[in-house]
């Protein structure tokens, strides 16, 4: 799950052939365009405009004739790119992913759109990009559950009796209750379910992920569902969940 720093609900990258072929990079190079900016001019200018908007000025005509879908032209000097918008999957479909990305599909020079057009349907992404995409996504939440779990339970701990509010990873807002009981204190935690704007994707199971975050595996014995928090009624769309805290 990668999250925005900004109100952006997309992610910008690289296709898997665009990075080894058109730019020469190594196989195994993250597909996320921010991380290649220097490579290319092409991809800076990528990153810039596509980070302001989504799609292009000018269609593709060509690639979207060839493809069956939207394409949008992409200008760097005489060097000439492709990019497809793929918009979020509605909720509730099959996808397990919500995928809101902003594809560079390929790099030509000199004006070059016939060899962009000679790729076909090579230009699209394809499963081994969703999967890098996703495998990357997954990596950023972890990360995100690490570095910022622990000093909110520090925070509910120096805050006994008091409400924690919080965002993590720039969406998933969160509530934390730390009784005020020293022989037995319990910690509540309400999650919603409701991410705000800003975050591309969840990782599957990612409540889960974060419940386990907050409750070590060894107190799953006294882990409770809760329907309220600090006293006070749980929100819309919040689940909450209790234990006796350390």
């Not at 898997?16 to 195994?28: F, N």
């Not at 992404?125 to 990596?139: G, L, N, S, V, Y």
């Not at 705000?196 to 882990?223: H, I, K, N, S």
């Amino acid at each position: 799950m990668a999250f925005m720093p900004n109100d952006r609900h997309w992610d910008l990258r690289i296709t898997r052939r665009c990075l080894r072929e058109d730019l020469h990079l190594d196989p195994d190079a993250s597909g996320s365009a921010e991380e290649h900016v220097e490579v290319h001019p092409l991809v800076r200018a990528f990153v810039e405009r596509r980070g302001q908007s989504p799609i292009g000025q000018e269609t593709f005509r060509c690639g979207t004739e060839v493809t069956g879908l939207p394409l949008f032209t992409l200008h760097s000097g005489d060097d000439r790119g492709a990019t497809r918008h793929q918009e979020p999957v509605p909720p509730g479909t099959a996808s397990e992913y919500e995928l809101g990305i902003v594809w560079l599909l390929g790099v030509r020079t000199e004006h070059d759109y016939d060899g962009l057009c000679e790729l076909g349907d090579h230009l699209l992404p394809t499963t081994e990009d969703a999967q890098a995409f996703i495998d990357d996504q997954a990596h950023t939440f972890a990360r995100v559950l690490v570095e910022e779990v622990p000093p909110l339970l520090d925070r509910a701990e120096l805050n006994r009796g008091q409400i924690i509010e919080a965002v993590i990873g720039d969406g998933i807002r969160v509530r934390l209750f730390h009784d005020l009981d020293d022989e037995a204190p319990l910690l509540t935690v309400a999650i919603s379910s409701r991410p705000l704007p800003g975050v591309v994707t969840l990782v599957p199971q990612w409540q889960a992920r974060l419940v386990l975050a907050f409750f070590p595996a060894d107190d799953f014995a006294t882990l409770s569902v809760a329907n309220e928090i600090g006293g006070q009624p749980l929100e819309a769309g919040e689940s909450a969940y209790c234990s006796f805290a350390r």
